[in-house]
């Protein structure tokens, strides 16, 4: 599945005010049977969604049509526990392209930066802006600018630069995963290999 291209995004966010969600939580281990990207989005929080009888619980954000929109707002430490890509895969394929938090568990940033989602990490006092400005205004608009590494809050124009590995930068800036990448350098090592 191929990775879309990422370089400035103006959307709404979802709110998420739990801390150290990890990946057996956004996606439980019964729905790792599946080994292509597609479909995970469905049971995305499926505990935190739906009730033991496949109804959906009210009160959880994802079924909250008040909120809407590309970015997740999450609680720190976001990503902990195991390994799992598919975590990755789930909120990419339910539509999230950024996720926002003051801290990330380091496999879960590289399993997103790998899967075309772009990890967010802002000190604390920035993400409290960002959870009060949602509630506040479901509808309130942030600028994530991968090029200049910032996120923005555009009522107020309050914003927070963030790091990225610039190797993944560039990746998620032209769509390319790893195997993109090195064939975007193909005529650069045939040219290696003629003079070696």
């Given amino acids: 599945m191929p990775i879309d291209k990422f370089q400035k995004l103006v959307s709404p966010a979802v709110p998420l005010p739990i801390e150290n969600v990890d990946t057996d ?33 009210q009160d959880f954000v994802l079924n909250n049509d008040t909120y809407k929109g590309k970015i997740l707002v999450a609680g720190e430490n976001f990503g902990s526990g195991s390994s799992r890509e598919h975590a990755a895969w789930a909120l990419y394929d339910y539509g999230f392209r950024v996720v926002v938090s003051s801290f990330f568990a380091d496999i879960f940033k590289n399993n997103a930066l790998n899967n075309g989602l772009l990890p ?41 630069k963030f790091d990225i590995n610039p190797y993944k930068k560039e990746c998620l800036l032209k769509g390319y995963d790893d195997i993109d990448y090195l064939l975007s350098l193909k005529s650069k090592i045939d040219a290696f290999e003629e003079q070696h």
């Fill in 120 to 160: 967010v990490q802002v000190n604390s006092d920035f993400l409290k802006q960002l959870f009060n400005t949602i509630e506040k205004d479901a509808n309130a608009e942030f600028e994530v600018d991968l090029e200049n590494q910032h996120i923005k809050i555009l009522d107020s124009g309050s914003s927070a």
């Fill in 25 to 57: 939580q956004i996606i439980p281990a019964r729905f790792l049977k599946a080994i292509e990207r597609k479909g995970f989005g469905d049971n995305l929080f499926r505990d935190w969604r739906y009730d033991s009888n496949n109804e959906p619980i």
